[in-house]
């Protein structure tokens, strides 16, 4: 069973992305409420989409996931299909040495792309807070969706086993290594999210479709955002 859900969630979440930014009729975006799918808003007014300029970073990110490697490699590809079946493949087993799994090895550089994006969806949530109201903080539906939305994708990008690597591997002693105490400390805070690296994995990516769907709903009229302003 969970291979079917992975298989169907994967590429339903796959199709909504392609939709939505290259067939949904321009940018999502209302009033300081910008679709994360289109964070940074690079060349609104081009012939190509500007999600073209964003949402490559994100999907090889998640593309590349070590969490995720395991999840399509089960479902997808079957590979291995069971701890007690043996291997479907009847040629010499080559892991991600050769095309196109070694393009796996590129996470880490994803990475240093998604930690930069996501930079910008915390500033796009400032702007949803402090932007549209002259100096006051507004708080609405939106605001909230998007705050949440951007702390469940911090938990998954700063919980990258990558990440982890960088800040706390390739020593054999931390005290006998410079600035060794506060990689140590640095390595343990993404320990802790990286213990639920499949929780952070799986509710961020539906918080990234359900903010986009709430923000396409205001864009096309349907409601109008309930907010209050102080």
């Excluded at 999600?51 to 070590?66: E, I, K, M």
């Excluded at 549209?132 to 949440?148: D, E, F, K, N, R």
């Excluded at 410079?178 to 805070?189: C, E, F, K, L, T």
Aim: charged residues 10%.
């Amino acid at each position: 069973m969970l291979p079917t859900t992975v298989v169907a969630v994967l590429a339903a979440f796959t199709g909504y992305a392609i939709w939505t930014a290259f067939f949904a009729g321009g940018v999502n975006q209302s009033g300081p409420y910008l679709s994360p799918f289109y964070s940074p808003l690079l060349w609104a007014s081009g012939p190509i989409s500007p999600a073209l300029w964003v949402l490559w970073s994100p999907l090889l990110f998640r593309a590349t996931c070590y969490y995720y490697r395991k999840a399509y490699y089960r479902s997808f590809f079957w590979d291995p299909p069971a701890c007690t079946l043996s291997e479907l493949r009847h040629r010499e087993y080559r892991g991600e040495a050769k095309f196109p799994l070694f393009l796996n090895n590129l996470h880490r550089y994803f990475l240093y792309a998604v930690v930069v994006v996501t930079g910008f969806l915390w500033y796009d949530v400032f702007l949803a807070f402090f932007q549209p109201s002259g100096g006051h903080v507004q708080l609405g539906v939106g605001t909230g969706i998007m705050l949440a939305n951007v702390l469940l994708l911090s938990g998954y990008t700063f919980g990258c086993h990558s990440l982890r690597h960088l800040v706390g591997g390739g020593l054999d002693c931390y005290s006998n290594s410079g600035a060794g105490m506060a990689r140590h400390r640095a390595w343990s805070w993404v320990s802790i999210l990286n213990g639920r690296h499949a929780m952070w994995a799986w509710v961020s990516m539906f918080s990234v479709v359900i903010t986009d769907i709430y923000i396409h709903l205001l864009h096309a009229g349907v409601f109008t955002d309930p907010h209050v302003v102080f």
